[in-house]
T-cell receptor, first 117, second 113 residues
Framework: AQTVTQSQPEMSVQEAETVTLSCTYD???????LFWYKQPPSRQMILVIR??????QNATENRFSVNFQKAAKSFSLKISDSQLGDAAMYFC??????????????FGKGTSLLVTP | EAGVTQFPSHSVIEKGQTVTLRCDPI?????LYWYRRVMGKEIKFLLH????????ESGMPNNRFLAERTGGTYSTLKVQPAELEDSGVYFC???????????FGQGTRLTVV
């Protein structure tokens, strides 16, 4: 089974600064998907960014970008120009590309991000 | 358009009692997933419906958990009888297509005392 590790239980960043959340994963597959989800307090978990493993280019969504290092099995999330609304629990997730492996997401334990004024 | 909604948002029950959680997916989404996060641990997959059929139930912990999706619309997850280790946050998600982006609900926090 694939495992996803988020080694930072908590992170803190000042408004307007940049923060990077780390994620590593373990898999023997060559094709897969990686995701970052964000869950603000008492609110729905929403997709922040998605990366297909076969794409070498790092995914970017406005202030959110990833550093995908396939050989190192690393998938970090960079948040630029942090805003108070970025405060949330961030989950890294993996999903197999192969349909016979199912469509379940494998999550890490999450990183709680605090944004200070 | 309404997102994925889950009821109740919180539930506190005694050990041995029964609890039923409900999930309303986004309209038109055939795929519905249940996940659970036990305190301090990863969010774990429980099962996946395609319409009313169970596509994958490999994550269901034991036979005290029963998931249904009659008619292929909303889904319920019943825990009977509840045990202390069942405490956690239960998430529901839906997607329009197999492998499509999963949209999550806000979760149901279940506390078994």
């Amino acid at each position: 089974a694939q495992t996803v590790t988020q080694s930072q239980p908590e992170m803190s960043v000042q408004e307007a600064e940049t923060v990077t959340l780390s994620c590593t994963y373990d898999t023997s597959e060559s094709d897969y998907y990686l995701f970052w989800y964000k869950q603000p307090p008492s609110r729905q978990m929403i997709l922040v960014i998605r990366q297909e493993a076969y794409k070498q280019q790092n995914a970017t969504e406005n202030r959110f970008s990833v550093n995908f290092q396939k050989a190192a099995k690393s998938f970090s999330l960079k948040i630029s120009d942090s805003q108070l609304g970025d405060a949330a629990m961030y989950f890294c997730a993996y999903r197999s590309y192969q349909s016979n492996s199912g469509y379940a997401l494998n999550f890490g334990k999450g990183t709680s991000l605090l944004v200070t004024p | 358009e309404a997102g994925v909604t889950q009821f109740p948002s919180h539930s506190v029950i005694e050990k041995g009692q029964t609890v039923t959680l409900r999930c309303d997916p986004i309209s038109g989404h055939d795929n519905l997933y249940w996940y659970r996060r036990v305190m301090g641990k990863e969010i774990k997959f429980l099962l996946h419906f395609v319409k009313e059929s169970k596509q994958d139930e490999s994550g269901m912990p034991n036979n005290r958990f029963l998931a249904e999706r009659t008619g292929g619309t909303y889904s319920t997850l019943k825990v009977q009888p509840a045990e202390l280790e069942d405490s956690g946050v239960y998430f529901c998600a839906s997607s329009q297509t197999l492998g499509g982006t999963a949209f999550f609900g806000q979760g149901t926090r279940l506390t078994v005392v």
